[in-house]
């Protein structure tokens, strides 16, 4: 199976009936998700609908993988 | 850096003084995060420290973001630049519910995914996204699976999509499943279909509740659909 109708096939299996948070709100609100993600807090109702849509959106959740390596570079570099 | 010291860019009117962002920034939980805005929002001097500090910080963590990538020193270099630009321009949005760091790290980020992703797939000509013949039409699963059961079900779920997809999706939605499916990111995919991001996410999650309406009726669940596309 090629892995795009397998993303995609995945993608529609996963599709919730709400439309949840757009990518617009996702970007306003990636940097406090990935801080709070890294320090394990706990995520209030915004959060939780910029969970559910990284797991929709591909680029989103290409975006928040490298922010959170991006952020422990910044916060904890190499050698410190 | 010239650019960057110019008085347009600039949110206030480089009093040391946060202006009327006061209020705004006292709210801010994090003493660290204030004296950002501060000391950006402050005198030319200040300012300038300022931004090469930042300048650091964010080459620092797009490095580490697109290690393996590929990515040129002056590609890096451009990025922050533009970045910082930007970041000037958006202080006011800054609400301090992350640290000022941890926000502009996610815009230098953006800044750069973006340049990348348009790059990559500049190449790529509208109307292959728009011709019927190609992309989702044309897609055929390969033939490696070892069962042949399974190999079977998912062609056949495979099958029921593309009748799907030519039946009950608008010629909008079909293009912009072929995007997807040819892995152009979502940026790159509304710049070409003339939409906004949140426009063709609304467009592509309406697309696929049809598909999965359409593929429920015909006796393919959700759950079972993960199991076999696992």
Same mark, same amino acid.
């Given at each position: 199976?090629?892995?795009?109708?397998?993303?995609?096939?995945?993608?529609?299996?996963?599709?919730?009936?709400?439309?949840?948070?757009?990518?617009?709100?996702?970007?306003?609100?990636?940097?406090?998700?990935?801080?709070?993600?890294?320090?394990?807090?706990?995520r209030?109702?915004?959060?939780?609908?910029i969970?559910?849509?990284?797991?929709?959106?591909?680029?989103?959740?290409?975006?928040?993988?490298?922010?959170?390596?991006?952020?422990?570079?910044?916060?904890?570099?190499?050698?410190? | 850096?010239?650019?960057?010291?110019?008085?347009?860019?600039?949110?206030?009117?480089?009093?040391?003084?946060?202006?009327g962002?006061?209020?705004?920034?006292?709210?801010m939980?994090?003493?660290?995060?204030?004296?950002?805005?501060?000391?950006?929002?402050g005198?030319?001097?200040?300012?300038?420290?300022?931004?090469?500090?930042?300048?650091?910080?964010?080459?620092?963590?797009?490095?580490?973001?697109?290690?393996?990538?590929?990515v040129?020193d002056?590609?890096?270099?451009?990025?922050?630049?533009?970045?910082?630009?930007?970041?000037?321009?958006?202080?006011d949005?800054?609400?301090?519910?992350?640290?000022?760091?941890?926000?502009?790290?996610?815009i @230098?980020?953006?800044? %750069?995914?973006?340049? *990348?992703?348009?790059?990559? $797939?500049?190449?790529i000509? +509208?109307? &292959? #996204?728009?011709?019927?013949?190609?992309?989702?039409?044309?897609?055929?699963?390969?033939?490696?699976?070892?069962?042949?059961?399974?190999?079977?079900?998912?062609?056949?779920?495979?099958?029921?999509?593309?009748?799907?997809?030519?039946?009950?999706?608008?010629e909008h939605?079909?293009?912009?499943?072929?995007?997807?499916?040819a892995?152009?990111?979502?940026?790159?995919?509304a710049?070409?279909?003339?939409?906004?991001?949140?426009?063709?996410?609304?467009?592509?999650?309406? @697309?696929?509740?049809? %598909?999965?309406?359409? *593929?429920?009726?015909?006796? $393919?669940?959700?759950?079972? +659909?993960? &199991? #076999?596309?696992?």
């Amino acid at each position: 199976m090629s892995e795009p109708w397998r993303d995609l096939v995945r993608l529609v299996a996963q599709t919730r009936d709400d439309e949840g948070a757009g990518c617009e709100c996702c970007h306003e609100n990636l940097a406090e998700f990935a801080e709070r993600e890294l320090q394990g807090l706990s995520r209030c109702e915004t959060l939780m609908r910029i969970a559910a849509h990284l797991q929709d959106c591909p680029c989103c959740q290409d975006e928040y993988q490298r922010l959170t390596t991006a952020l422990k570079a910044v916060w904890c570099p190499p050698g410190s | 850096m010239s650019d960057l010291e110019s008085n347009e860019l600039v949110p206030t009117t480089g009093t040391t003084e946060p202006s009327g962002d006061a209020a705004r920034i006292a709210e801010m939980a994090d003493e660290s995060a204030r004296k950002w805005v501060q000391r950006l929002y402050g005198g030319r001097n200040e300012r300038a420290k300022a931004l090469e500090e930042l300048r650091s910080i964010l080459l620092r963590g797009l490095r580490a973001a697109f290690a393996g990538d590929n990515v040129s020193d002056d590609l890096f270099e451009d990025a922050v630049q533009d970045s910082l630009m930007k970041i000037l321009r958006n202080l006011d949005s800054f609400e301090g519910r992350s640290r000022f760091e941890s926000w502009a790290t996610s815009i @230098a980020l953006r800044t %750069l995914l973006s340049e *990348l992703r348009h790059r990559r $797939y500049q190449d790529i000509p +509208l109307a &292959s #996204l728009s011709d019927p013949n190609r992309g989702v039409s044309s897609a055929q699963p390969d033939r490696s699976e070892t069962s042949p059961d399974v190999q079977m079900m998912k062609q056949q779920v495979v099958a029921v999509m593309h009748r799907l997809i030519d039946e009950h999706l608008s010629e909008h939605q079909r293009s912009a499943l072929r995007g997807v499916l040819a892995g152009i990111p979502s940026d790159v995919l509304a710049n070409r279909l003339h939409l906004q991001r949140n426009a063709l996410y609304k467009l592509l999650h309406d @697309a696929r509740q049809k %598909l999965k309406q359409g *593929l429920a009726q015909e006796g $393919y669940e959700g759950a079972d +659909l993960l &199991s #076999l596309f696992e």
